[in-house]
Every structure is written in structure tokens, then in C-alpha cells.
């Protein structure tokens, strides 16, 4: 009995399109991520430009891979030092939402109109920690929360939260994305 429930749920699917992760080829009406950021009191920073040989992100296809961010405040000041021993898990929280923000505004450069983001597909997410310290997804659930927080569903993401021995500058997070974009 299985087996003909799963081929006649398969032919169903084939038949139909369905798309699993429920999100249409072109937004609704409704979908509006800046909206979502003007009710969430966000305004978006110029984007943070890179420091070496590299850009803030580069587009193929319709994924964007956007280069790793801290938690750089718009007046310069980053969130630094190792988490669990300088910084606690709330302030690198807070550093991890900063982050989203500074990646939100290369989007908006690259992009133009947040409305063109399909999905956030991939997030990396760094901590710089101490050698005890193993609460990193708590740490980059402030980066992930804000994701869902601006773009709903879109913002659910697969993820990986590492500890790192250091990161640059001593920052405490640092955070590289793929978005899937809609065609102009």
C-alpha cells in the first residue's frame, strides 16, 4: 500500500510543480523586506567596503555569495574580542544582528530593491571564542533571527556556527551568505 501511496504522491508532485520550499517563482504583492526593516526601526548603514584584495560580494546566476562581515557600527567601532571570556553571549548576539545589517545593506547595493531576494540559502557563521566556549549557534542566532525577522520564510537558511581560534582585528563574529535572487 505504500508503495502506490508514494508513486501516486510523486505523480502528484510531477504533475502540479510543487515547489517544497513554498516560495513562487516572482514575490507577492505583499512581500516587502524594507517595509519589514522601517517597522523593525533599521535604517542601513553604507556598506562596510573591504580591506584587502576582494569585493563585498559577487553574483552567479541568480546566487549571490556574499564576502564574510563583522559587527561594525556605522561610527567604526567593532565588537571585538573572544567570546565567552571578553564578550558574553548577548553582546555577540547583538554583534551577530549588526552583522546582518551590514550584509543587508551590500544586498541593497548590489541589488537595489530587497524585494528581489528569492532566499537566504547559506549562512556561515564564525565566533571568535574562547577555548571553553561552545554556545556558537546562540551567538549566531541573532544573525539567523533578524534573517526571518525581515524576510519571513525566505530568511530560513541552512547554517553552520563554528568557533574560530581568532578572527580579524579580533572581532567577535564574522558572518558570509548565499542569497538566491529573483530575475529582474
Known amino acids: 500500500m505504500y508503495k502506490y501511496l508514494s508513486i501516486i504522491a510523486i505523480s502528484f508532485t510531477l504533475l502540479i510543480g510543487c515547489n517544497p520550499t513554498n516560495i513562487k517563482d516572482a514575490p507577492e504583492a505583499d512581500y516587502d523586506p524594507e517595509a519589514r526593516l522601517k517597522a523593525l526601526n533599521i535604517v542601513l548603514p553604507s556598506p562596510p567596503q573591504p580591506v584587502a584584495n576582494y569585493v563585498n560580494g559577487v553574483q552567479a546566476g541568480n546566487l549571490i555569495f556574499l564576502a564574510g562581515k563583522g559587527p561594525k557600527s556605522p561610527d567604526g567601532k567593532e565588537?571585538?574580542?573572544?567570546?565567552?571570556?571578553?564578550?558574553?553571549?548577548?553582546?555577540?548576539?547583538?554583534?551577530?544582528?549588526?552583522?546582518?545589517?551590514?550584509?543587508?545593506?551590500?544586498?541593497?547595493?548590489?541589488?537595489?530593491?530587497?524585494?528581489?531576494?528569492?532566499?537566504?540559502?547559506?549562512?556561515?557563521?564564525?565566533v571568535n571564542s574562547s577555548p571553553?566556549?561552545?554556545?556558537?549557534?546562540?551567538?549566531?542566532?541573532?544573525?539567523?533571527?533578524?534573517?526571518?525577522?525581515?524576510?519571513?520564510?525566505?530568511?530560513?537558511?541552512?547554517?553552520?556556527?563554528?568557533?574560530?581560534?581568532?578572527?580579524?582585528?579580533?572581532?567577535?563574529v564574522e558572518i558570509e551568505l548565499v542569497v538566491e535572487i529573483y530575475e529582474e
Not at 558574553?88 to 528581489?116: F, H, P, S
Not at 544573525?143 to 567577535?172: I, K, N, T
Open 79 to 126: 565588537l571585538r574580542g573572544k567570546v565567552g571570556k571578553d564578550v558574553t553571549i548577548d553582546e555577540a548576539y547583538a554583534g551577530a544582528r549588526l552583522t546582518a545589517i551590514n550584509q543587508l545593506a551590500v544586498l541593497k547595493t548590489m541589488l537595489g530593491d530587497l524585494k528581489r531576494v528569492k532566499r537566504i540559502v547559506k549562512v556561515l557563521g564564525m
Open 132 to 172: 571553553d566556549f561552545v554556545e556558537q549557534p546562540a551567538v549566531i542566532n541573532g544573525f539567523s533571527d533578524l534573517m526571518v525577522e525581515v524576510f519571513g520564510d525566505r530568511g530560513r537558511h541552512a547554517r553552520a556556527a563554528v568557533g574560530m581560534a581568532s578572527l580579524p582585528r579580533d572581532q567577535s
